[in-house]
């Protein structure tokens, strides 16, 4: 655990007045408050370190400990008297934010020197509903093709979810209640999870349409047959025209991904044939290339 | 049948500690829908957490009704640029 500088953080000096603290604390929590910056990691783990810095430094019996022992804050002994009065004191003289108000947004640093609770709790005390959590959760394409069930644990909570099918890469579902819990008896946050999709190394997908690459060989692109497909909803036998051009396309109706919560709807399957050209030929096969080219 | 839930807006503004008069110029601007009933106002429960996030912009970041407009509609493009960003990769992923 090491020493956490407020002063440095908030761009203060140890003279500064209540007025360049506060001025200071609302400087850089319009930069970085969460409600300014959604899902964005970096600004909300600046805003912690803001609001903390504030919470000790706009509070004058606070801020007077720190000064006091900041750097020696390893001497738990010599807080020990000075943390039960702050346990029994139980007014708050923060002006900070309610997003942040949760014991596990302060460091370990400030739990060890203030203790647990030592947050204050508001100027307005007004009821406000928890932090929204935002998760992201992997999937490969096979498993957002079909409807399932996960556990997920978020903040030590285990949440049992139904994934619908066909949920696409980059997309967020909302789980009311499951965020962070309410402030002075406000309803909980809720939970956000984006979805990151792998890509297939077969099946590409774009929407609820599917697309795929197939190998024929010269011998049915010319003369036509039928070539047995894999697709993410089994094998399905396919006719191959005669003299099937090399890239073209075929689309399988209904055999694509399903649409998202549609039951029963699927996109496309669209096929581009790749003609392999014969390796490796024989004499015979040769002479007989030659016979056709002369034709 | 379509069920909605409506807050009274005077109950909200005693527990969140905030004067009508804001939610009043919210509602001037366009930013939040009222509901008047029987001379009474209600808020959609769906427009809550917007609400609350321009109470906390408001009255602890100190920010005026006219930057809430401006920062409201920059959210939203942000957010429209956010979905586009990702259908553009998910189309890009097809080249990859």
Redo the contacts between chains.
């Keep these: 655990m090491e020493f956490v500088d407020y002063y440095k953080i908030l761009g203060i000096d140890k003279t500064a007045t209540q007025k360049d603290v506060k001025n200071a604390y ?1 400087k850089f ?2 930069k970085y ?1 969460p ?2 910056n ?2 964005d990691k970096d600004a909300k783990a600046n805003f912690q370190q803001i609001n903390e810095a504030n919470e000790v430094l706009s509070d004058p019996e606070k801020r007077k400990k720190y000064d006091q022992y900041g750097k020696d804050w390893q001497h738990a002994d010599e807080f020990e008297k000075s943390r039960q009065y702050q346990s029994q004191s139980t007014g708050s003289h923060g002006s ?4 942040a108000r949760s014991g596990e947004d302060f460091s370990d640093f400030f739990e060890s020197m203030f203790g647990r609770g030592a947050a204050g709790s508001g100027s ?6 928890g932090e929204d959590f935002n998760a992201e959760l992997h999937l490969d394409l096979l498993d957002a093709y079909k409807t399932q069930k996960q556990t997920l644990t978020v903040n030590g909570r285990k949440i049992r979810i139904t994934i619908p099918a066909g949920i ?4 967020t579902i909302k789980i009311p209640g499951h965020g962070g819990s309410g402030i002075s008896g406000g309803p909980n946050g809720d939970l956000y999870i984006t979805f990151s999709i792998a ?1 297939h190394p077969i099946f ?4 609820n349409n599917l ?1 795929a690459s197939v190998n024929i060989d010269l011998y049915t692109a010319v003369l036509g047959g039928e070539i047995t497909l894999d697709t993410l909803d089994g094998k399905v036998k396919l006719k191959v025209a005669p003299e099937t051009q090399n890239g073209s396309k075929i689309k399988l109706k209904g055999k694509g991904f399903p649409v998202y919560k549609k039951e029963g709807q699927f996109g496309d399957l669209q096929i581009s044939y790749n003609i392999t050209i014969p390796r490796n030929l024989t004499d015979k096969q040769k002479e007989l290339f030659t016979e056709l080219s002369k034709l | 049948m379509q069920t909605e839930y409506l807050v009274s807006v005077d109950e909200f503004c005693i ?4 004067e009508i008069e804001f939610i009043s110029s919210l509602h001037q601007t366009g930013l939040i829908e009222i509901t008047s009933i029987k001379e009474a106002w209600f808020i959609d429960v769906k427009q ?2 917007q609400l ?2 321009f ?3 408001y ?5 005026n009704i006219e930057g809430i407009e401006t ?1 409201s509609y920059l ?1 939203q493009r ?2 429209a640029m ?1 979905d586009e960003i ?2 553009l ?3 890009l ?2 080249y ?1």
Excluded: M
């Design positions: 609302r929590a319009r408050h409600d300014l959604p899902n900070g934010f309610s997003g307005r005390q007004a009821k406000f509903r696409d890469n980059g997309q890509n590409k997908r774009l929407g697309f | 527990n969140h500690n905030i809550l957490q609350e996030r109470i906390r912009l009255y602890e970041l100190d920010i920062i959210l942000v957010n956010h990702t259908a990769r998910n189309k992923r097809l990859e």
